[in-house]
């Protein structure tokens, strides 16, 4: 999908500091404390896209603290508009490169991380762009608490099987699964933009949870 420029979006992005956090590289290890002023567990959303997963999960977690990452300011704006209308003081979005996500983070310093419909990078020559490649499993593993987690979800079946191969050739325990999690939809979910799209279209989402502290299978649902 080509991605549509929109002009005004860099200078819109610097205009709200208390949102989108300026050199993140600075709060590395002290997001808590300097960034959200308190001491809560710190979840992340790498492709926090136009906003409505995260947005919607601080909503529902006030005592979590989210930070949304995305790699373009075109997308990113149209999450920063709608969360200036929110007004919520447990969200922060980040302009970033996910492949840099050490350096912007500390060791043990992330509780949760979230993955939502991204790229597949269908090419096998592209497989290491995948941000459930090995490759950034090492670098989630850096960043989270014994025991983190990593929540994926997905429309792409080729995407989800590579995933789930990874996942269980890095030793990681799978907590929850589910080849179709729209059948029936748990209570607990919160939908992306992209997933009211799928549904609508009558694509499966495919779902997993895995634990980074653990080895072997949890559950599993919808095999």
């Known amino acids: 999908m080509r991605l549509r420029n929109i002009s005004y979006a860099p200078q819109k992005i610097t205009e709200f500091p208390k949102v989108v956090v300026q050199n993140p590289q600075d709060f590395k290890?002290?997001?808590a404390k300097n960034v959200f002023e308190n001491d809560n567990k710190i979840h992340v959303e790498i492709g926090a896209g136009r906003g409505n997963f995260i947005i919607n999960s601080a909503k529902k977690n006030p005592n979590v603290n989210f930070v949304g990452i995305e790699k373009y300011d075109s997308v990113l704006v149209r999450a920063l508009e709608k969360i200036i209308e929110e007004n919520l003081s447990n969200l922060r979005l980040v302009k970033f490169d996910a492949q840099k996500i050490s350096d912007i983070f500390a060791e043990n310093e992330i509780e949760k991380i979230y993955l939502n419909f991204s790229d597949p990078w269908d090419k096998t020559a592209?497989?290491?762009r995948r941000l459930t490649n090995r490759i950034f499993l090492e670098k989630y593993k850096k960043i989270l608490?014994?025991?983190g987690i990593l929540q994926f979800k997905t429309d792409n079946a080729g995407l989800f099987g590579f995933s789930v191969r990874e996942f269980n050739n890095?030793?990681?325990?799978?907590?929850?699964?589910?080849?179709?999690?729209?059948?029936?939809?748990p209570l607990w979910n919160i939908r992306t933009e992209y997933e009211e799209k799928f549904v609508k279209s009558g694509k499966k989402i495919f779902f997993i949870t895995v634990n980074f502290g653990k080895?072997?299978?949890?559950?599993?649902?919808?095999?």
Do not use: Q, R
Request: hydrophobic share 30%; aromatic share 8%; glycine share 8%.
């Open 145 to 147: 608490v014994e025991n």
């Open 170 to 185: 890095f030793g990681l325990c799978i907590d929850e699964i589910s080849l179709d999690l729209h059948n029936p939809e």
């Open 29 to 31: 290890g002290i997001w």
């Open 126 to 128: 592209y497989k290491d």
């Open 215 to 223: 080895i072997g299978v949890k559950s599993e649902k919808n095999d």
